[in-house]
C-alpha cells in the first residue's frame, strides 16, 4: 500500500499515460465544480449521469477524430491520441465549462448530446482506386536497387475521390461518338461508352445508311 507522498509506479508506458490523462482531467473537473471528490468519467452513461446532469457542465475541445471511449477498453483512443488529450487539457484547449438549460434539455433526450466527442468513429472516404503511383522496388542478387526500366511521369489518379467526382465518372468519357447497330430489325445504340446497348425508339431516320450492308448483319454469326 502507497504511503502518502510515495508516487504511483505504473506497469506499462500505457498505464502511466490513462493515469496522467486521468489525474489531468479530475483535477480540472474538481476545480470548476469545487467538489474535490469529483472525477472524470470515460463511458457515455456514466459521463452524463454523473458529470453533465450531476455538476451541469461539459467537456470542450474534444478533437473530433477521438471517439469518446472507455480509456480501459479494447477499442479505447492510441497512446498517441491520448497523448493529444493530454496536451490539450494541459494547455486549456480541452476544458470544463457549465452547459445551457437547452444542453441539459438535449442531454436527457439523447447520451450522444452530452458526451464531449464523437461515439463512433468518422467514416473513411471511399477509395475505390489504389494505384496512386506505386511500386515495388527490384533487387539484384547482391542486394543492390535495380532502377526502373521505364519513367512512370504520367498523369496520376487521385488517392480520394470525392462525392462530385464519383457522380461525374458515370458519364461516358468526353468526346465519345455514340455507336449504333441493328439487330434482328432494331437500331441500338451505345452513347456513354458503358458497353450497354439501349433500343432507339421514335425517328431513325440518320441512324444509318440504308445501303450500308451491316444492316443486314446478323450478330449471332
Known amino acids: 500500500m502507497l504511503s502518502a507522498g510515495q508516487p504511483f509506479i505504473y506497469a506499462t508506458n500505457a498505464g502511466y499515460v490513462r493515469g496522467r490523462l486521468r489525474t489531468t482531467l ?3 473537473l474538481q476545480q470548476v465544480t469545487g467538489d474535490r471528490r469529483a472525477k ?3 463511458t457515455p452513461e456514466a459521463f452524463r449521469k454523473h458529470v453533465f446532469l450531476c455538476y451541469n457542465v461539459k467537456l470542450a475541445g474534444w478533437p473530433e477524430n477521438i471517439p469518446f471511449r472507455n480509456l480501459s477498453s479494447r477499442d479505447a483512443p492510441s497512446i498517441p491520441d491520448l497523448w493529444r488529450l493530454i496536451h490539450l487539457a494541459e ?3 480541452l476544458y470544463f465549462t457549465a452547459v445551457t438549460r437547452e444542453e441539459v434539455d438535449a442531454a436527457q433526450l439523447s447520451v450522444a448530446n452530452a458526451v464531449p466527442g464523437p461515439l463512433f468513429p468518422a467514416p ?3 477509395v475505390p482506386r489504389r494505384d ?4 515495388k522496388p527490384r533487387f539484384d542478387g547482391g542486394g543492390n536497387f535495380v532502377a526502373p526500366r521505364h519513367e512512370r511521369n504520367g498523369p496520376k489518379s ?4 470525392g462525392e462530385e467526382v464519383a457522380d461525374s465518372e458515370t458519364v461516358g468519357p468526353a468526346g465519345l461518338r455514340p455507336i449504333t447497330m441493328w439487330k434482328d430489325g432494331i437500331c441500338c445504340i451505345q452513347d456513354d461508352g458503358s458497353g450497354v ?3 432507339v ?3 431513325l431516320s440518320g441512324m444509318e445508311d440504308p445501303e450500308d450492308p451491316i444492316r443486314d448483319w446478323d450478330c449471332a454469326v
Open 26 to 28: 479530475n483535477k480540472a
Open 40 to 42: 472524470m468519467r470515460y
Open 91 to 93: 494547455s486549456g484547449v
Open 124 to 126: 473513411l472516404p471511399k
Open 132 to 135: 496512386v503511383g506505386s511500386r
Open 158 to 161: 487521385a488517392a480520394w475521390i
Open 197 to 199: 446497348w439501349r433500343e
Open 201 to 203: 425508339t421514335g425517328d
